[in-house]
Every structure is written in structure tokens, then in C-alpha cells.
């Protein structure tokens, strides 16, 4: 990095530039071209992220960085498994011969990936997942990196985490839009007061083990329950 980018402006510019894109897609996307121009020494770099106890690539910049983080996941090891569940980075400049991870570690030095970067993505409510930069020279990071990255990797998580948050709240506010529209349409088709018409939407959600807002999706679409099967 140059004196400028390691500057506190540099970051302060960096960070805005992320909180730019309110949807978390656009953010993942930012967070990980941007992660190459923080750190120079990765040539590619991709997002893990932890949902309902699995962990997926959500952005990455290129097919290598994805098939690295696919091998993590079907062999059950590597660093951004690791990274995304503990908090100090990890740092390997021979793959091949890394003994923390050596049947993955043997298979991206197989693709041409000889060094890797990954740093946990957390705010001070919850993680995130996981930062993965990869090189495909040996020895390629070194201590001006690491601090690097956990410099930008701090910058990264709270754009993600005010991206998640917009994108629920918007989930949420359309989900309930859509429910008040039908119960609407229940009230007058079936002459309901609005606590019965939304106790309708809820014990047929219920019942039928279907999203509330799928129901009243339905609803509004055709203007009335969908049917059940009877078989």
C-alpha cells in the first residue's frame, strides 16, 4: 500500500464508498473488488458468509477464488472455515506444505494458489463470515497485510451488516404491505373484521406450513386462499 492508502482518509473514503450500495448484493460485490486494491498482493478474493448454520460464498472476484472456497467447504477445512469462526486472521505462504490444512492446502496448490489471507467479517453484535484474499505466488503476504486487511476487513463488516440490515428491514416492510392488502381483500370477500381476516391468513399459514407472506401473496394475486389439496 502506498502512504496514502494506508491512511486514516484513505479508509474513511474506502468506507463510505461501501456504505454507498444500501443492498447487500451491490455491498458484497464492492467489499471484495476493493479488498484488491487494499491489499496488492491478492489476485483474488472472495466472501464467506455464515447462514443458518452453512457457510456459502456470497461474492468473489473470479472462478478461482470461488472453486477455493468450494474445496473448504466439501473438505471441511481451510481459513476461512476457521477464520469465520474464530477472530484472529490466518496466514499461509505454502500451501502445499501448510500442515493446518493439508488435504485443501494440497489441492488449491494444485490450481496455482500457493498463499492465502483470510479475516474474520464481524460487528460488535454478530459475525459475519469471513474475508478470503488469495495469491498465487508463495510467501505472498507479509505483517503490512494482515494489519492491512483487519484495517479494511473492520470497514467491510459494517457496510455488510447495514446492508443486511436495510435489505430485513426492507423484506419486512414489503411483507407487511403485502399482508394489510390481504386482509383487505379477505374483509371484503368474506365480510371479516381486520383481526379475523389476519387470524384467517395466520391459521391457514399454519395449517398448511406455508410463509404468511406467500399466502397473502397468493391473496392478492387471485383474490382469494389458495386451494387445498385433497390428497
Not at 471484495?32 to 491489499?39: D, H, K, M, S
Not at 507479509?142 to 459494517?158: E, F, G, K, M, S
Request: charged content about 25%; some cysteine.
Amino acid at each position: 500500500m502506498t502512504a496514502r492508502e494506508s491512511s486514516a482518509s484513505y479508509f474513511a473514503e474506502l468506507s463510505r464508498d461501501l456504505l454507498g450500495a444500501p443492498q447487500e448484493e451491490p455491498t458484497t460485490d464492492a467489499v471484495v473488488r476493493r479488498a484488491l486494491e487494499v491489499v496488492r498482493a491478492a489476485q483474488h478474493a472472495s466472501v464467506t458468509m455464515r447462514r443458518s448454520a452453512a457457510t456459502q460464498t456470497i461474492a468473489s472476484t473470479s472462478d478461482l477464488a470461488t472453486d477455493c472456497d468450494r474445496l473448504q467447504y466439501e473438505l471441511g477445512e481451510g481459513p476461512c472455515v476457521d477464520a469465520a469462526l474464530e477472530q484472529e486472521p490466518f496466514v499461509a505462504g505454502d500451501l502445499r506444505t501448510d500442515r493446518r490444512w493439508p488435504t485443501w492446502g494440497h489441492h488449491v496448490a494444485d490450481l496455482g494458489v500457493h498463499s492465502v489471507l483470510s479475516v474474520q467479517l464481524s460487528t460488535p453484535s454478530e459475525v459475519l463470515g469471513a474475508l478470503n484474499l488469495y495469491a498465487e505466488r508463495r510467501q505472498a503476504f507479509d505483517r503490512d497485510d494482515v494489519d492491512a486487511a483487519l484495517i479494511y476487513t473492520t470497514h467491510a463488516a459494517n457496510a455488510l451488516g447495514t446492508a443486511r440490515l436495510v435489505t430485513g428491514l426492507q423484506t419486512a416492510m414489503e411483507s407487511r404491505h403485502l399482508i394489510g392488502v390481504a386482509q383487505g381483500i379477505l374483509m371484503r370477500t368474506y365480510d371479516l373484521d381486520l383481526d379475523r381476516s389476519f387470524e384467517l391468513l395466520r391459521r391457514y399459514s399454519s395449517h398448511t406450513n406455508t410463509k404468511l407472506r406467500d399466502v397473502a401473496r397468493h391473496v392478492v394475486e387471485h383474490g382469494r386462499l389458495p386451494t387445498t389439496s385433497s390428497n
